[in-house]
């Protein structure tokens, strides 16, 4: 991928309730602040002026969302009734997502769960961090739990890295930079989770990429994937000497999986929606008051949260 401008948003699925789009890094998908000069707000206002809804504040209502870092799809609903919809999803852990991202060293695990609790760091000068559970100062951590799988070996810039495949089974802030970060493997070029390494002068961007995603809603099944961004034709930087895993037979895993009825937690209609092999899902937890209405807040007006 070329770095963002206004007139290069590549639109990777289409409906007339859902956009999903291939969304650049080092790009806010909005931002209260005059400063910010492009936002994927901004870019979808340029391409799409007729899909902007005058009764949200930003103009989209998007279904989730990634790190200023982070690239890759991002899912856009064009009506309430969608949005809603998106959001029935999420919260009932039917969506699957899977992540591209080039992590320091050779993991030597073909495959691993990482499942450590994931809380808010109060350190001072750390506060806009997540950590793990049993850091000084990690409040509230929370069950967290991600999928890798090593697809290759190779060097960035002649240190030893590896390719992987990433799959959140639970969605905290920050999860898979953090999870990587307290394997010993940080992801390549992050600067938060990172910097321990003194190695983040080479990179010219956070190497993670939102690779696929799934959303089953009861209407249609918003499927996209996007390009591989880390190859060597794209990044001279990134040279690969050992395949471990093609990344096709894994995505033929994710499109053929069942996903699971949500009121009888049998395979359902649209696929997939399932975890590469390894633990299950963690079951959805039911719905709250304060829940509900932080549903009916954000259909009836998107807001994002602070910028980090």
Not at 77 to 90: T, W
Not at 166 to 176: D, E, F, K
Not at 198 to 218: K, N
């Amino acid at each position: 991928m070329e770095p963002g401008s206004m007139e290069n948003l590549c639109v990777l699925y289409r409906s007339r309730d859902f956009l999903v789009v291939n969304k650049h890094w080092d790009v806010r998908i909005d931002s209260k602040a005059w400063r910010e000069t492009l936002t994927l707000q901004k870019q979808l206002r340029h391409r799409f002026p007729e899909l902007a809804d005058p009764d949200t504040y930003y103009g989209f209502r998007f279904c989730h969302q990634l790190d200023f870092s982070t690239s890759g799809a991002l899912c856009v609903a064009l009506n309430k009734a969608a949005a809603g919809s998106a959001y029935r999803c999420f919260k009932d852990r039917r969506v699957t997502k899977a992540y591209l991202a080039l992590v320091r060293g050779h993991v030597q695990e073909s495959r691993m769960t990482i499942s450590y609790a994931i809380g808010k760091n109060s350190t001072e000068g750390r506060t806009h961090t997540m950590c793990i559970e049993g850091t000084q100062g990690c409040e509230n951590p929370k069950p967290s739990l991600t999928e890798l799988v090593v697809l290759e070996h190779g060097l960035y810039a002649g240190d030893p890295v590896s390719k992987v495949l990433l799959q959140p089974l639970t969605g905290r802030t920050h999860q898979l930079r953090v999870h990587c970060s307290a394997r010993g493997h940080p992801i390549v070029g992050d600067l938060t989770y990172g910097q321990a390494l003194g190695q983040e002068d080479q990179p010219f961007r956070m190497m993670l990429h939102a690779f696929y995603l799934r959303i089953p809603t009861s209407a249609e099944c918003v499927e996209a994937c996007t390009p591989d961004p880390f190859v060597p034709s794209l990044d001279a930087c990134w040279s690969p000497h050992t395949l471990l895993q093609p990344l096709d037979e894994l995505v033929q895993v994710l499109r053929a999986t069942p996903d699971p009825d949500p009121s009888e937690g049998g395979p359902g209609p649209c696929s997939p929606c399932m975890p590469l092999p390894g633990p299950g899902r963690p079951p959805p937890p039911p719905e709250t008051e304060v829940q509900r209405a932080s549903c009916l807040q954000w259909l009836s007006e998107w807001t994002l949260e602070p910028d980090n």
